[in-house]
């Protein structure tokens, strides 16, 4: 039976997390518009290639452990040696991890010439695979430490992105804007550090090495949510690098700033929701099964219905949005209509999976979801490829509506087969 303080502890984390989600679709809603009217189109897609590239090598140093380092430290919190043992055992392994990422970045960059082109933003955004080296995420979750996470986030991104404004003036200031962006996950890094350092100073006496053995036990744990999230990555990210192989720096540019646009539409409403929701839910859904499906019913129209405004809202003032901040791309207005029609699959997509098959379901709906993904992830290489090498931007477009309605279709799919709707 859930007790009044577990019950706290459950809403005081809940409200950090929406806290630290709410800042991260925040910033991207003042950020974006500024380096779009300040970068050239070019600079905009080297920009655009070194994140897309980033988040690939992050994908790499994390692997998975976000999750099942999580878990670890919670099921052992009560023995502190015991948690101090799984957070050197993890931090090694993501250096480990590390000093691979950075072998294959630089194998990368001389042996392409595509890569080399866009090597001084994808230096710089080392900074950010490096602070989520340092950043122990998993460590601050497992011991239930959300409000420091949260003040950790808040304050590196607080202290750093006002130097957008400041140093990114000129339309080939991609690098530097770039670096200020990885600067943020950096200091959070070091901030979590000084943070462990103060409070659990054992931590940092008599350190050793363990067996390899041990090491290859926890990359074992994590390989099955390193798969599945590297599955994810395939469509999300896939695309903007594909684009710097076969095109150039404009299409990526032209492909990044529409993309960065519509998902900041999509997450800036959904992300929040689904925080904010999805707790609610899966506790609910304990007590009063058909309150929780209530509840997940009326999200799901209340997501259309406001995606519906969206959709209308942005269309009345479309003109004015690609004159301010795609006006170097010629032809975006046409290739924008077809990005637009992507937010209804993008959320309802979202809400399906997040609230209906993992809110509302059990270890079946669970690997439903993630078999969706895995799979979707797989086939949508090849095609994405084909489209790009073919048609360039327009490709890659067409290839993330159809990869995106193939989601939304496959959740809805299975939510009503599991009678949530």
């Known amino acids: 039976m859930m007790r009044n303080n577990d019950l706290k502890n459950i809403i005081k984390n809940s409200f950090y997390l929406y806290l630290v989600q709410g800042l991260n679709y925040l910033l991207p809603l003042i950020t974006l518009p500024y380096l779009l009217i300040t970068l050239s189109s070019e600079d905009f897609g080297k920009y655009s290639f070194a994140f897309a590239t980033s988040?690939?090598?992050?994908?790499?140093?994390?692997?998975?452990?976000?999750?099942?380092?999580?878990k670890k430290i919670a099921e052992n919190s009560e023995s502190k040696i015991k948690v101090k043992e799984i957070y050197w055992n993890i931090t090694i392994i993501k250096f480990f991890l590390l000093f691979i990422s950075i072998i294959l970045t630089l194998i990368g960059i001389f042996i392409f010439d595509k890569i080399y082109f866009y090597r001084e933003g994808i230096m710089m955004s080392m900074v950010m695979v490096l602070g989520t080296t340092l950043f122990p995420v998993w460590w601050f979750q497992g011991l239930n430490k959300m409000r420091q996470l949260s003040f950790i986030n808040i304050i590196s991104k607080l202290v750093t992105y006002p130097f957008l404004f400041l140093f990114v003036k000129k339309s080939t200031d991609s690098h530097i804007a770039i670096f200020i962006q990885s600067l943020a996950i950096l200091v959070a890094g070091i901030i979590s550090i000084i943070y462990i350092y103060n409070t659990h100073q054992f931590y940092f006496k008599n350190i050793r090495l363990k067996e390899r053995k041990v090491y290859i036990d926890e990359i074992k744990e994590s390989w099955l949510i390193f798969l599945s999230n590297s599955s994810i990555s395939l469509y999300t990210n896939s695309l903007t690098l594909l684009l710097g192989f076969f095109s150039s720096s404009y299409n990526v540019g032209l492909f990044g700033a529409m993309e960065r646009i519509i998902r900041v539409l999509c997450f800036g409403i959904l992300g929040p929701m689904n925080q904010a929701c999805f707790p609610v839910i899966a506790k609910l859904k304990i007590i009063d099964f058909e309150k929780a499906k209530k509840i997940f019913k009326i999200v799901l129209l209340g997501t259309f219905l406001i995606m519906l405004i969206t959709f209308i809202f942005?269309?009345?003032?479309?003109?004015?949005?690609?004159?301010?901040?795609?006006?170097?791309?010629?032809s975006s207005s046409d290739l924008f209509n077809v990005f637009l029609l992507m937010i209804f699959p993008i959320a309802l997509g979202g809400i399906l999976g997040q609230l209906g098959l993992l809110g509302l379901g059990?270890?079946?709906?669970?690997?439903?979801?993630?078999?969706?993904?895995?799979?979707?992830?797989?086939?949508?290489?090849?095609?994405?490829?084909?489209?790009?090498?073919?048609?360039?931007?327009?490709?890659?477009?067409?290839?993330?509506?159809?990869?995106?309605?193939?989601?939304?279709?496959?959740?809805?799919?299975?939510?009503?087969?599991?009678?949530?709707?």
């Open 314 to 330: 942005t269309k009345l003032f479309q003109n004015i949005i690609v004159d301010k901040f795609l006006k170097e791309y010629s």
């Open 55 to 70: 988040q690939f090598l992050i994908l790499l140093v994390d692997f998975g452990f976000n999750l099942s380092a999580t």
């Open 362 to 421: 059990h270890e079946l709906q669970k690997k439903m979801f993630s078999r969706i993904y895995t799979i979707v992830g797989i086939l949508s290489l090849p095609i994405s490829i084909l489209l790009i090498y073919y048609f360039n931007v327009e490709g890659a477009i067409y290839s993330m509506l159809v990869v995106e309605t193939i989601i939304f279709v496959s959740m809805f799919y299975f939510t009503r087969k599991y009678k949530y709707i």
